[in-house]
C-alpha cells in the first residue's frame, strides 16, 4: 500500500498531485513527529504548483527566487488551514491562498516609500478601469469622469490612484535628466532652502507697526537700516545730535518688537 502523499490519482494540472487521503490522515493524527513529517511531505508534493503560481508574476521587478519563497511561504499557510470536512478540493483553496500571499509581498515591500493600503487599492482600481476602457475608447486616454464611472469611484479618488500609478518606484536623485546636459541630474535640479524667507516673514510682521510710526521715527529707520547710512550721517541729515539719533533708533525698536511679540502670543 502506497503511504506518501504524493501517491496514486493526479488532477488536471501535473502538478496537483492526489493528497485528499493524507489532509483527512493528518486531520486525525495529535501534534507530534508522525503529523510533521506528513505535513512536510504534503508540502513538498505541492511545491511544483506554488512555483508555477510564482512563474505568473515574473518580471515585474521582483527576484524570482524571493517570488518562489513567498509561494511556498503562502503553500504552507494553505496546509496548514485547509479542512478537508469541509468537502473543497484543496487546489481551489490553495490557489487564492497562494496567490494572495504572493500580491501581499508586492504590495508591502515593493513600494520605495511606504503608500496606505487604501491608495494601493484605489492604484489597483483605477488601472483595471483604465485598461478595459482603453478597448472602447480609440484614438485618446479615457477621461478621469469616465474612469470614475468604470471603476465606482469619485473622480478625486481616481486622481489619488492616477498619482500613485507613478509611485510604485522612486527615481534617484542621482539620474541624469533626459534633455539636459551630461552629468545633469535630478539632484542639480532640487531647490535648497532660502535663507531670505525669514527675512520676508519679519518684514511682514513689522511692516504695519512701522507705518503707525511718526514720520521722523520711520524715515530715520529706513535712512539706517535700508540706506545704510551711519548715526552720524543721519544726525548730519536731519540736524539733530548723533545720540538723539541713537536713542530714537533704540526706542522705536524696542517699540515694534514688543508690539509685534503681543500679536504673536
Not at 483604465?130 to 464611472?149: D, F, K, M, N, Y
Not at 500609478?165 to 542621482?174: G, P, Q, R
Not at 545633469?184 to 532640487?190: I, K, N, R, V
Not at 524715515?219 to 539733530?240: H, K, N, P, V
Amino acid at each position: 500500500m502506497q503511504t506518501r502523499a504524493s501517491a496514486t490519482h493526479r488532477h488536471p494540472h501535473d502538478d496537483a498531485p492526489d493528497t485528499s487521503e493524507a489532509f483527512r490522515r493528518l486531520a486525525a493524527l495529535p501534534p507530534g513527529p508522525r503529523r510533521d513529517a506528513l505535513r512536510e511531505e504534503i508540502v513538498e508534493s505541492w511545491l511544483p504548483m506554488a512555483e508555477r503560481l510564482a512563474g505568473r508574476f515574473r518580471n515585474r521587478g521582483e527576484n524570482f527566487d524571493d517570488l518562489r519563497q513567498v509561494a511556498a511561504l503562502g503553500l504552507v499557510k494553505a496546509v496548514d488551514r485547509y479542512d478537508p470536512e469541509l468537502g473543497n478540493a484543496f487546489e481551489s483553496y490553495a490557489v487564492p491562498t497562494i496567490t494572495g500571499e504572493i500580491k501581499r509581498h508586492f504590495r508591502d515591500h515593493l513600494w520605495t516609500l511606504h503608500v496606505p493600503r487604501r491608495v494601493q487599492d484605489l492604484r489597483n482600481r483605477v488601472r483595471f478601469a483604465a485598461q478595459e476602457l482603453s478597448q472602447t475608447v480609440s484614438g485618446r486616454r479615457p477621461t478621469i469622469a469616465e474612469i470614475a464611472e468604470r471603476a465606482r469611484l469619485s473622480e478625486e479618488d481616481v486622481r489619488t490612484g492616477l498619482e500613485a500609478l507613478e509611485s510604485f518606484t522612486a527615481l534617484s536623485l542621482d539620474a541624469e535628466l533626459p534633455g539636459g546636459d551630461d552629468g545633469y541630474s535630478l539632484g542639480d535640479a532640487l531647490g535648497s532652502a532660502d535663507p531670505a524667507l525669514d527675512t520676508v516673514i519679519d518684514r511682514e510682521a513689522v511692516k504695519s507697526r512701522l507705518r503707525a510710526l511718526p514720520e521722523r521715527e520711520r524715515t530715520i529707520l529706513y535712512m539706517r537700516f535700508f540706506d545704510d547710512m551711519t548715526q552720524s550721517r543721519i544726525a548730519d541729515e536731519l540736524g539733530i545730535s548723533q545720540m538723539h539719533v541713537s536713542r530714537l533708533i533704540s526706542r522705536c525698536c524696542s517699540r515694534v518688537r514688543n508690539q509685534v511679540m503681543r500679536d504673536a502670543a
